[in-house]
């Protein structure tokens, strides 16, 4: 799909307001690429991706999530300074990136095709250090990904389906169980939410429109303790 006819779709499904909301998202991610000489917009498919794996047909495209929203989350949100954001499907690693720009205290990116993580590392590359130093790429199945046990901040962008979502949710409560603590869930295109307020006890606690982005907010666990990222 070209840009015009892209952008006509969008204004018959969305409206004007969303609609221009994505065209600003596109042209802010396009200026990200542009200044940082890195390659994170264009989409992928899974039949385009090669990677050896029992749990590809449940896995969804490579979208990446634009970076306008994304911020504009992380900044309502009040995470403990000592945080740590883990990225489920990071792909291309533009939200490492990204979330370089808050005060986490490491940065993990989980994805099971060697093709994008590859062109992660070669983009994360391009940031100065010691900013690149905070972001751990792993290349990995998600389903396999053992969980430190101070990771509280979690990104999903509806990346596989639901067979694959229980199977991550189950890693994140044992890693729970051996250390209590405070977790967010944001979840963009959020088809599955149920999985993380059934399994892990997680409310929703906030939702989120902008451009093309639906997404929600769960947290639970032991109180969390003040002091924004942002």
């Known amino acids: ?60 495209a490579y979208i990446p999530t634009r970076g306008r929203p994304f ?17 489920y499907g990071s792909g291309k690693g533009k939200l490492l990136m990204l979330a370089t720009e808050f005060r986490f205290k490491r940065i993990v990116g989980i994805e099971y095709a060697p093709e994008l993580h590859r062109i992660a590392l070669a983009n994360i590359k391009r940031l100065a250090q010691p900013v690149a130093a905070r972001i751990q790429p792993v290349c990995a199945d998600a389903t396999a990904y053992q969980l430190a046990d101070d990771e509280n901040v979690f990104y999903f962008y509806n990346p596989f389906e639901r067979d694959v979502l229980e199977l991550v949710v189950e890693r994140i409560r044992e890693s729970i169980d051996r250390n209590p603590r405070h977790i967010w869930v944001i979840y963009v295109d959020p088809r599955f939410s149920d999985a993380f307020a059934d399994r892990l006890g997680l409310e ?3 939702t989120f429109t902008h451009g093309g982005f639906d997404v929600v907010v769960l947290e639970g666990g032991t109180p969390a303790p003040g002091g924004a990222t942002a």
């Open 1 to 60: 799909m070209n840009p015009l006819t892209r952008s006509l779709d969008s204004l018959q499904r969305r409206g004007m307001r969303r609609s221009l909301q994505s065209t600003t998202n596109i042209l802010g991610d396009w200026w990200f690429d542009r200044r940082h000489g890195t390659d994170t917009m264009s989409r992928l498919q899974q039949d385009e991706i090669e990677v050896d794996s029992p749990h590809k047909a449940s896995a969804h």
């Open 71 to 87: 911020r504009a989350v992380l900044r309502s949100l009040d995470f403990p300074a000592d945080s740590v954001f883990v990225d």
């Open 204 to 206: 929703q606690t906030r």
